[in-house]
């Protein structure tokens, strides 16, 4: 059971939304969401204030009379429930409430407590809003798909509930929920919000390290099954850069392979004076891929670290306009709703797993490459070459993910087009940029996995089971109960995804 206080971090979301913890919101979040609704509506009772007695975007300057005040609320609602696309998958639905519930429960948005309260529960029953991928241009928040959640509140649209697509008004009936009393602002506060890229941002960030984890280790697993010498991994060599994440990721690999009998010492083999050598048959020094593993990794973990620090600061921060400030007595307008900070890191973390997933395709092809490589049969085809073709048709596969993530990779913070009557002038594309990313990560784990399936091939060809390190044993067993070793040719793509589901929910 989460103590809702507020204020989350990485972790809290990792347990609501892989876990399914339940969340409960403290008693003082109540009243300090309660004081917040209270003070703004007697606040506004002799003032203009956005969104309350006006209207929205560029009718701001249109005064809505007293009568007509909750009527604004549900028009809002309504007209920009217009998404488009395919639905958002609920997990990242429930982050994005997460996230959204979080900044409500700071008490600078004014709205009825009974906001709070309905979302936490559709949250612990898992009863997540229908929201389509296309309609945000991330400036005003994400207007649209949070109006989708908005509608949900009022008890309408739709919802998806026990794996099926229902209609709102049926869920609540089944679970005797009521929709939230809509007073003020319920329905731009709910809206004017980063919360949707914000929330697929740290689903994403998640499964990033998740990745990243995994293309680690069969760095090193490569490492070992080619015999390469260690000292690229050596302390003292990657301590001379200044680094964090080279020196982690260095770290990583060498207590990964700590009692692998297969890695070489340069000073057993090079470091004498080789007289009667003219040309060396072995490498002197490995391709980059396998050599220079830290130093391209090393930046996709510091970004990643970068980024989920941003996405928590987003989080825990008021993000929509105006802010209410009880203790100041004020209400103040701006932009807090602009998504420009998670849209900039968004395309940052898909940049690093683009050239992640690009690493692993070029690990890929130096063990399915016998001229590269010079230990292994042609794609490390285990059965009769010219009639068997091993790994070359999924090799194809591999090639074509990662081209597309290349073509993913650029940028989306920079594509601002004007709209709304050019109130919008300059806009954050903020959910396009998470949700390009979440594609990103996805073709990463497709291309990491076919990557995992060779390099047990090629343990399975060399027989050395009994000499790499016990995580790479590990590593071999587990894939090797998912695809047992083939030498006739099998049909691939089961296992590939077999694969890519085990490493997407399962830790190195």
Request: net charge negative; hydrophobic share 40%.
């Amino acid at each position: 059971m989460l103590k809702f206080k507020g204020k989350l971090g990485i972790d809290d979301f990792y347990n609501v939304i892989f876990k399914n913890e339940p969340i409960q919101i403290d008693k003082a979040v109540l009243e300090t969401v309660e004081d917040s609704f209270n003070f703004l509506k007697e606040f506004s009772e002799n003032k203009v204030i956005y969104g309350v007695n006006t209207g929205f975007g560029p009718m701001a300057q249109y005064k809505i009379e007293d009568s007509e005040r909750i009527q604004l609320q549900y028009n809002l609602i309504r007209s920009h429930a217009s998404g488009t696309g395919q639905p958002i998958a609920p997990m990242y639905v429930k982050a994005a409430m997460l996230a959204r519930l979080n900044t409500l429960s700071l008490g600078h948005s004014g709205v009825h407590v009974s906001v709070i309260k309905l979302m936490a529960e559709l949250i612990n029953r898992n009863i997540t809003p229908l929201i389509y991928e296309h309609g945000g241009v991330g400036a005003s928040g994400d207007l649209v798909q949070l109006a989708h959640l908005a509608l949900v509140l009022i008890g309408e649209g739709e919802v998806f509930y026990k794996g099926e697509r229902k209609n709102t008004k049926d869920v609540f009936e089944i679970e005797n929920l009521k929709p939230i009393s809509v007073e003020l602002r319920e329905g731009l506060a709910l809206m004017n919000g980063t919360s949707v890229m914000t929330g697929i941002g740290i689903v994403n960030t998640l499964y990033s390290r998740q990745l990243l984890g995994w293309i680690t280790s069969s760095s090193a697993a490569i490492n070992e099954i080619v015999k390469a010498y260690d000292d690229h991994l050596s302390y003292e060599l990657n301590q001379s850069k200044r680094h964090i994440g080279q020196r982690q990721i260095a770290e990583s690999m060498r207590e990964h392979l700590q009692d692998s009998k297969l890695t070489r010492k340069r000073e057993h083999h090079l470091y004498s004076k080789n007289e009667d050598v003219s040309v060396f048959k072995e490498k002197v020094q490995e391709y980059y891929s396998l050599r220079c593993v830290p130093q391209i990794l090393g930046p996709v973990l510091d970004t990643l670290n970068s980024v989920e620090d941003i996405l928590i600061e987003e989080v825990n921060s008021a993000n929509d306009n105006p802010i209410v400030d009880v203790a100041k007595k004020h209400v103040y307008h701006g932009g807090n709703f602009h998504g420009d900070y998670v849209s900039l890191e968004m395309d940052k973390l898909k940049i690093v797993v683009a050239k992640l997933s690009m690493l692993s395709e070029r690990q890929l092809n130096y063990l399915l490459n016998a001229r590269l490589n010079d230990m292994l049969p042609p794609f490390v085809n285990l059965g009769k070459l010219g009639l068997n073709f091993g790994m070359q048709g999924v090799q194809f596969t591999a090639t074509s993910t990662t081209a597309e993530n290349q073509m993913l990779s650029n940028p989306m913070y920079v594509h601002s087009i004007p709209n709304n009557n050019d109130n919008q002038d300059i806009v954050s594309m903020g959910t396009n940029s998470a949700l390009i990313t979440k594609k990103v990560i996805e073709n990463a784990f497709e291309v990491v996995a076919i990557e995992l399936i060779t390099i047990v091939q090629a343990i399975e060809y060399l027989n050395v089971q009994d000499g790499i390190s016990s995580k790479t044993k590990k590593m071999y067993d587990a894939i090797r109960k998912l695809v047992p070793a083939f030498k006739e040719d099998v049909i691939m793509y089961p296992y590939v995804n077999l694969v890519k589901d085990y490493i997407i929910n399962n830790k190195t």
